[in-house]
T-cell receptor
């Protein structure tokens, strides 16, 4: 997998946008960026993925820089229930193993 | 409702007593996987299966066995559990191929304590 670097933790005020960065400077041309989150000891939850275009779904938006060396997951209106560890993952294309890394602990505060 | 179920959710056992943790999914997914999660070590993949009768080792397979006789089930077997297998275990499933194995659905977890 391409190595990813994420901040250990971040704070966000409730109702504000949460912007979670991820650096993946060694990403290859056909490797996607995936985001998951894990709410305290629950099973991880898939959020979104992208290759080079920005993506949006009902949970979040994913912004990938033009050189694809970094990305940002955006939760547009964070709630207390968004407090979780967020993982940015770049799996090797069609490689079947999966590595989660350390992730970013997002604390949403009232 | 699409889901991955695991049983039991909590288990306390003794060293050496064989146990099986079951995992079942109702989404007709080809890919299934087991992970363990430990403080400071994060989520680590134990075994995965691309389809029925096709399994392969993840990063930490020692001390575990798996089987995939049916598409919906992927049990994790600890033949002789040891205290260092005390952990939180997650099963996951997804479609397979063309990157779809990375969009995984996770079960609720099984907290195992081996004394």
């Amino acid at each position: 997998d391409a190595k990813t670097t994420q901040p250990t933790s971040m704070d966000c005020a409730e109702g504000r946008a949460a912007n979670l960065p991820c650096n993946h400077s060694t990403i290859s041309g056909n490797e996607y960026v995936y985001w998951y989150r894990q709410i305290h000891s629950q099973g991880p939850q898939y959020i979104i993925h992208g290759l080079k275009n920005n993506e949006t779904n009902e949970m979040a938006s994913l912004i990938i820089t033009e050189d694809r060396k970094s990305s940002t997951l955006i939760l547009p209106h964070a709630t207390l229930r968004d407090t979780a560890v967020y993982y940015c993952i770049v799996p090797l294309y069609n490689f079947n193993k999966f590595y989660f890394g350390s992730g970013t602990k997002l604390n949403v505060k009232p | 409702e699409a889901q991955v179920t695991q049983n039991p959710r909590y288990l306390i056992t003794v060293t050496g007593k064989k146990l099986t943790v079951t995992c079942s999914q109702n989404m007709n997914h080809e890919y299934m996987s087991w992970y363990r999660q430990d403080p400071g070590l994060g989520l680590r993949q134990i075994y995965y299966s691309m389809n029925v009768e096709v399994t392969d080792k993840g990063d930490v397979p020692e001390g575990y066995k798996v089987s995939r006789k049916e598409k919906r089930n992927f049990p994790l077997i600890l033949e002789s559990p040891s205290p260092n297998q005390t952990s939180l275990y997650f099963c996951a499933s997804s479609l397979s191929g063309s990157g779809r194995q990375y969009e995984q659905y996770f079960g609720p977890g099984t907290r195992l304590t081996v004394t």
